[in-house]
């Protein structure tokens, strides 16, 4: 027995050690695990969190799915913490008359919109003692311990969705207003907007940001005089930006387009499977750059726009593009019909695509195959319009054209 003993110790010393069973410590990680571990801890600097990206960035691989879940879930983690911040005691107490004093005003500054005599002073004057109320909850939010580092770890987190192509793009702008929107969304007696804003924050993903800014900026307003904010529909997104992009191509700046079937914002709807609010119209603007708040300035003090901006619509869609705006507004939530699904995901594709002229072909293909053939048509006429000798995006062009006779294609400049 000893001797048997004897040789299972011998054998157990002679067995070579993995280098596993050192520990965790000396296991290599991954850059992708070290940059989830680094933004999912609550120790990690900006520096470390950083130093990490860029690593996994080096990399030149294609990001695993576990690094854009990470960035999802941050991202939710940092609009949480700003709710947090504005539902805490101190906050709350700075936004009393936000809350409570704001709501006698709101009629105010319907009428002022709505009666005769409109006048840029007459409506100030009317937003006067909101936008008081309103200044002094954003100082003391903004004033509150914690804030201005919660804003910046959005900003490193939204900044790491663009690059991960979670998000379309971020900028200060959109920034700013999707905190004033939280602020103002949190500080009003009717909660039924929330879910529609938590909707929007999916959705304005997929678009330009200085198109989510001007929503964002329109929601603000409408929740600050009493009314219910809007959802933004992808459809109606993409109806006003072909119609911007149509304005800068042909230059003209119209609500009538020089282009058959596509003559009125409803021709316009109708063609990106959506209804148009005939009843109130359709805006445009040019205000000289990519700013969605510039946008919305110059329909704010417009009685026929602002009265658009406030109407009984439940959506609506802003399209630019460099600085040329149109917003459209509707009524269509079938936001779980299969057509409306099939809408989002090419939405969301075009939007990656940019100039892109083969991703846009196949945007353009996925669009024909899942029965788009309108939005195929359109997509291919763009791709030629950046590559004229795409011969495959021709010749499926053509054959689009010869079975959907009738159907106007957007004409190349």
């Known amino acids: 027995m000893k001797a048997t003993r004897l040789i299972l110790l011998t054998l157990v010393l002679l067995v070579p050690v993995s280098p596993c069973s050192a520990g965790d410590a000396e296991k290599p990680v991954s850059s992708a695990k070290a940059f989830v571990r680094a933004l999912s801890s609550t120790e990690s600097t900006a520096g470390e969190r950083a130093a990490a990206w860029d690593a996994l960035r080096a990399a030149d691989k294609p990001l695993p799915k576990a690094v854009g879940a990470a960035i999802d879930k941050a991202g939710e983690s940092a609009w949480w913490r700003l709710t947090a911040l504005i539902r805490s005691n101190a906050v709350r107490k700075g ?94 007696r009717n909660g039924s907007h929330r879910p529609i804003l938590a909707r929007n924050r999916q959705v304005g993903r997929w678009v330009d940001p200085c198109e989510e800014a001007c929503a964002a900026r329109l929601n603000v307003h409408r929740l600050l005089i009493g009314l219910q904010v809007m959802y933004i529909d992808p459809r109606l997104v993409i109806a006003s930006k072909k119609h911007s992009e ?57 009685q026929g726009h602002h009265g658009i901006m406030i109407s009984g619509a439940a959506c609506v869609g802003v399209g630019s593009t460099g600085g040329t705006f149109t917003l459209m507004v509707g009524n269509d939530t079938s936001w779980s019909a299969p057509r409306t699904v099939k809408m989002d995901t090419y939405v969301r594709g075009r939007y990656r695509a940019g100039d892109d002229p083969d991703m846009l072909f196949k945007v353009a293909r996925w669009c024909q195959k899942d029965g788009l053939k309108t939005q195929a048509m359109d997509e291919l006429a763009r791709v030629l319009k950046l590559k004229p000798d795409h011969k495959e995006a021709a010749r499926m062009l053509k054959g689009l054209q010869q079975r959907k006779p009738g159907m106007h294609t957007r004409p190349m400049p």
Not at 133 to 158: C, F, H, K, N, T
Not at 267 to 276: G, L, M, N, V
């Open 95 to 188: 936004c009393k008359g936000l809350r409570t004093r704001s709501s006698s005003h709101q009629e105010n500054v319907r009428k002022a919109v709505r009666d005769g005599g409109f006048s840029r002073g007459k409506l100030d004057r009317a937003t006067a003692p909101i936008d008081k109320e309103l200044q002094a909850a954003r100082a003391a939010m903004e004033g509150a311990p914690g804030y201005g580092d919660i804003v910046a770890r959005s900003d490193e987190i939204e900044n790491n969705a663009v690059q991960a192509d979670r998000r379309f793009g971020w900028t200060q702008e959109l920034r700013d207003m999707l905190i004033l929107l939280a602020l103002v969304s949190q500080n009003t």
């Open 246 to 302: 149509e304005m800068v191509e042909k230059g003209y700046f119209s609500h009538k387009s020089p282009t058959e079937g596509l003559k009125s914002p409803g021709d316009r709807a109708k063609r990106e499977y959506t209804s148009w609010s005939g009843w109130c119209g359709e805006c445009i603007a040019r205000p000289g750059r990519a700013s969605g708040l510039r946008a919305f300035r110059q329909w704010y003090y417009s």
